[in-house]
């Protein structure tokens, strides 16, 4: 019953702010986003959701997000953004350390053994994702003062350094290619005043926007396992997010699912490629190729006509920057108040 409280609130805050860029979000505290991503065989799900005392906690799951249980019931700390070791023995986490920073930290998934990668990196760190190899780790980082950008570091915290030293713009949300040879994030355009989802090589070179000219903030990108589609989220004018998918050319972009309720985040695909998971539990199917499909346009919607589709142009705009202060100042208090 928490988890699908914590679920409901978190998707509540999101589409009131509807309108606001979702760097705001992501930058603001990453634990507002439910999140959850496969085990590496298939068979488990991990994410975080509030626990009974209203806590951000872990939780491991069947792959149909049934049976959930606690990873670390008896730890009074936020637990956020999880992501599987390779070999699916461990996960990766964002924690509070003890001056309030989130911090990477990784735990066996029974519970034990919980140590911080990197205690003697004094920046935040934030959306922690592993190569496929176990070798690497790509996350979010900042110092006081500046812009959240993209660090890759080995597995055991070693060697971080800056992925792209030379961009100006913020990143969030890393996410490795099947082959480990490039990664995909979201950043904001400051020519379209735009969240956009890129692809970079592993190296830092090479950045390119993945749906140049689309109109819409895009966050959240994830590979698919054969590495030829990513799925995303999405938002425009009428405030709903929505989670699509999209060939890594940019071309053939469908959604996921019918939900009209709009209310979709954080994508991942399952190992097999059949199924993807959203909002920390939920599962559904991959639907079918826009070839297949019965409106066969590259744009299509399952079960959507068309006018329902394109209905942003005519939509109005959600809270502004008053509305957005006033629901994270409430976020904060609730928060403050299950601690």
Known sequence: MYVNVRILASLLILTLSAGVSATVYESYDCSIHPD???SPDGTKIVYSAFDSGGRDKLFIANADGTGATAVMPDILKKEFTPDWSYDGKQIFFISTNKQGN???CVVHTDGTGKKELMPDDPRKQ???DVSPNGKNIVYVSRQLGCKEKLYIANIDGTGARELMPDSD???FSPDFSPDGTKIAYHS?????????IY???VDGTGATELMPGSKENQFSPNFSPDGTMIAYVSFDEDGLDRVYIVNTDGTGKRRLTTDASGREHDPHWSPAGTTIVYNGNVVVPVPAPPSTVALGATDAVPG????DEHATETSTPGFGAIGLCMILLLHL???QRSL
């Open 126 to 128: 934030w959306y922690p």
């Open 199 to 201: 692809i970079v090589n």
């Open 36 to 38: 959850g991503s496969f």
């Open 102 to 104: 989130g911090k990477i």
């Open 188 to 196: 904001f355009n400051s020519e379209d005043t735009l969240d956009k």
């Open 333 to 335: 208090i609730m928060r």
């Open 169 to 171: 713009e913020k990143q």
């Open 304 to 307: 959507e006509d068309e006018e």
